[in-house]
């Protein structure tokens, strides 16, 4: 297993931000939840948000692009196990794994929202 460890930090955060690509570059999902986390982010800013909000806003829409690219692993890992080949098991990973990213997006939608109306009731009736 030693001949996969990286001894360098350096490069180990190259490695790291290769996945982040391959993740931008080859999922079309990652990309929509990385515009929406964009999109929420520049309400927090027009609502102006306090700073523990837009800490829970951004750990909200990481922990959905973090499920992505967890769902994307599973589905690379079992795709290449099964050679591609349809497999009822392979099938049931992928649909948990993808309502675990479904569970986390609609988490951080609720909250999100929950954070907003509260801004915009602030807003308009006070």
Not at 17 to 28: C, D, E, K, W, Y
Not at 34 to 61: D, G, M, P, R, Y
């Amino acid at each position: 297993m030693n001949k996969f460890r990286s001894r360098n930090f350096q490069r180990s955060v190259m490695y790291a931000l290769n996945g982040l690509r391959l993740a931008f570059r080859s999922q079309r999902n990652f990309r929509k939840h990385l515009v929406i986390a964009l999109f929420t982010f520049s309400i927090a800013f027009f609502l102006k948000v306090s700073l523990i909000e837009f800490c829970i806003i951004l750990f909200a829409n990481m922990f959905v692009l973090v499920c992505e690219m967890f769902n994307s692993v599973i589905e690379f890992v079992i795709d290449a196990y099964y050679k591609n080949k349809w497999a009822k098991l392979a099938k049931l990973s992928k649909d948990i794994a993808a309502g675990a990213v479904l569970l986390s997006a609609t988490v951080s939608a609720i909250v999100s929202l929950l954070i907003y109306a509260s801004k915009i009731y602030e807003l308009y009736y006070r």
